[in-house]
């Protein structure tokens, strides 16, 4: 079991990067990731938490767009991005999240929709709000790239 040390990884991250900018190099840019990667939008309201998501999906071959609110324009978003996985902050009780869930449902119902949550009973009640999986916090890389894997095929299979 990996459990993210969020520091150390930010750290780690923060220093590649300015290695890769020396060298004239940034593999982070998204022109250079659209080609190649499945895209996920990740919604998380802490920065920190955001930033360090943001690497470990990057360092698993994904293009992220992070943003820390979903605004009134956030099915646009989805339309331009074409995500292959949306992730959703679950914050205390959800409503906002699971609001959210229900929109992006409705318009695009085989798009995979997965709760973020420290909430200690998320395993039980994500698959009732129409989640289709749940990641818990403190993320475990090995469980998040399996959650990932799990439903970017059977989006692949419903288009």
Known sequence: MIVIDFIALLDYY?????????LGSNLFSPV?????????????TDAAVRDVLTIALQEGNYTVFSIAEFQEDFMEMIE?????????DFKIDGKKSIT?????KSVYPHL??????????????????????????PFDL????KILHKHIPKLMEGS
């Open 14 to 22: 923060l220093t590649f990067e300015m290695d890769l900018k020396l």
């Open 32 to 44: 250079h990731q659209l080609s190649t990667m499945e895209t996920i939008i990740v919604q998380e």
């Open 80 to 88: 331009e991005c074409r995500p292959h996985v949306v992730m959703l």
């Open 100 to 104: 959210i869930c229900h929109t992006i």
């Open 112 to 137: 995979p929709v997965i709760a973020m949550s420290c909430n200690s009973n998320i395993h039980i009640v994500y698959d009732k709000f129409g989640f289709d999986g749940y990641i818990t916090k």
């Open 142 to 145: 090995d469980h998040l790239y």
